[in-house]
Nanobody, 124 residues
Framework: QVQLVESGGGLVQAGGSLRLSCAGS????????TGWFRQAPGEEREFVAA????????HYAGAVKGRFTISRNNDKNTVYLQMNSLKAEDTAVYYC?????????????????WGQGTQVTVSS
């Protein structure tokens, strides 16, 4: 299965920005769409954003639409999540996950395994 590593999390004040990265192994990364999910303590893991391998298609959860932007650079084997206008409710561990086929709709329950994620903490 494709292995991805998340990075870029940290502590920021409300209204600030962070850019997360999701790096994949070269060969295993090729051809896969990528989604970002997040999970706060005591909460269900929820979908955040997704992008097709080509970058032609993207989709966002309503809670982050207009504030977050997903992009990718396949030459660098990396998917990014630019997070602007951060709110306290964005605090969570963020995970990325690969998917062989593109879909607008992503569900955490569809993925049998996850990486360690990267912590994002937004202070108010």
């Amino acid at each position: 299965q494709v292995q991805l590593v998340e990075s870029g999390g940290g502590l920021v004040q409300a209204g600030g920005s962070l850019r997360l990265s999701c790096a994949g192994s070269g060969r295993s990364f090729t051809g896969y769409a990528t989604g970002w999910f997040r999970q706060a303590p005591g909460e269900e893991r929820e979908f955040v954003a997704a992008i097709s391998w080509s970058g032609d298609y993207t989709h966002y959860a309503g809670a982050v639409k207009g504030r977050f932007t997903i992009s990718r650079n396949n030459d660098k084997n990396t998917v990014y999540l630019q997070m602007n206008s951060l709110k306290a409710e964005d605090t969570a561990v963020y995970y990325c996950a690969p998917r062989a086929a593109w879909s607008r709709y992503w569900y955490a329950s569809d993925f049998p395994s996850w990486g360690q994620g990267t912590q994002v903490t937004v202070s108010s």
